[in-house]
């Protein structure tokens, strides 16, 4: 008796692999897009809360009529030592523009802390 595979088992199991492959890859591939898209949130998210630090120090710069708004920048959170600089959008891989606004409007009591366009958390489909 031969020890080892035939050609046909071989095959077989290339054709096992190929299909566990094709199962498994697209399903990787979404998981990873959406936990780009989370951490991109959770980016914007701190990037917002590095403004509302901002405004309770800079208090007395806020708008004091109901629908003011301030307008600043990335880079001003960056010079105010809120926010590290450089900072990369994971859904594009492209660095954040320290030009970026962030908006506070006044509304009733309260501040509304807003982003401009420029912070986008779209994803690009990778080919």
């Known amino acids: 008796m031969k020890k080892g595979f035939t050609l046909a088992e071989l095959i077989g199991v290339i054709v096992v692999l190929a ?5 498994t890859i697209p399903a990787i591939s979404k998981i990873l897009r959406q936990n780009k898209g ?4 959770t980016q914007m ?3 917002l809360a590095a403004a509302r630090s901002y405004g309770a120090d800079n208090v007395f710069a806020l708008p004091s009529e109901d629908g003011g708004r301030l307008t600043i920048t990335l ?12 900072i990369e959008n ?8 320290i030009d970026s606004e962030i908006y506070i409007t ?5 501040w509304k802390y807003e ?13």
């Open 75 to 86: 880079g001003d959170l960056i010079t105010g030592g809120y926010i590290e600089d450089e």
């Open 45 to 47: 998210n701190n990037i």
């Open 106 to 110: 006044k509304t009733g009591k309260k």
């Open 19 to 23: 299909l566990i492959s094709l199962i």
């Open 115 to 127: 982003l401009s366009d420029d912070f986008s958390c779209e994803i690009e489909d990778e080919d």
């Open 38 to 41: 989370s951490l991109c949130e």
């Open 90 to 97: 994971p859904a594009t891989k492209e660095i954040i523009d």
